[in-house]
């Protein structure tokens, strides 16, 4: 089992750039490759970022990449989501997930086995 805490949300202005952690516990955090997701009030959950368990491969939706960067760290159990340009619809709560279907992140919710409690990020305009 797996238990994931996000931190490093909070208030923003746009363009500012913000740097969200989430640490795993376990000794199996490098059997997993980790997600970062979020979800906005009346939206559906939203695909970020993935790592694949070596923190070699990434992957990143459209919709933010060239501003945010995945990264993890697997001596000290995190996977951390780099923002930059930030803009208010990036306005969300923030959620890391971790699974091991597959050999690949997706950017599928179902596929991946624990999440975390969220953090929020909130940028004003």
């Known amino acids: 089992q797996v238990q994931l805490v996000e931190s490093g949300g909070g208030l923003v202005q746009a363009g500012d750039s913000l740097r969200l952690s989430c640490a795993a516990s376990?000794?199996?955090?490098?059997?997993?490759?980790m997600a970062w997701f979020r979800q906005a009030p009346g939206r559906e959950r939203e695909f970020l970022a993935g790592?694949?368990?070596?923190?070699?491969?990434?992957y990143y939706a459209d919709s933010v990449k060239g501003r945010f960067t995945i990264s993890r760290d697997n001596a000290k159990n995190t996977v951390n989501l780099q923002m930059s340009s930030l803009k208010p619809e990036d306005t969300a709560g923030y959620y890391c997930?971790?699974?091991?279907?597959?050999?690949?992140?997706?950017?599928?919710?179902?596929?991946?086995?624990?999440w975390g409690q969220g953090t929020q990020v909130t940028v004003s305009s």
């Open positions: 790592i694949n368990r070596s923190g070699e491969l990434t």
């Open positions: 997930a971790a699974g091991r279907r597959g050999i690949v992140p997706t950017d599928r919710g179902s596929d991946y086995d624990y």
């Open positions: 376990g000794r199996t955090f490098r059997s997993y490759y």
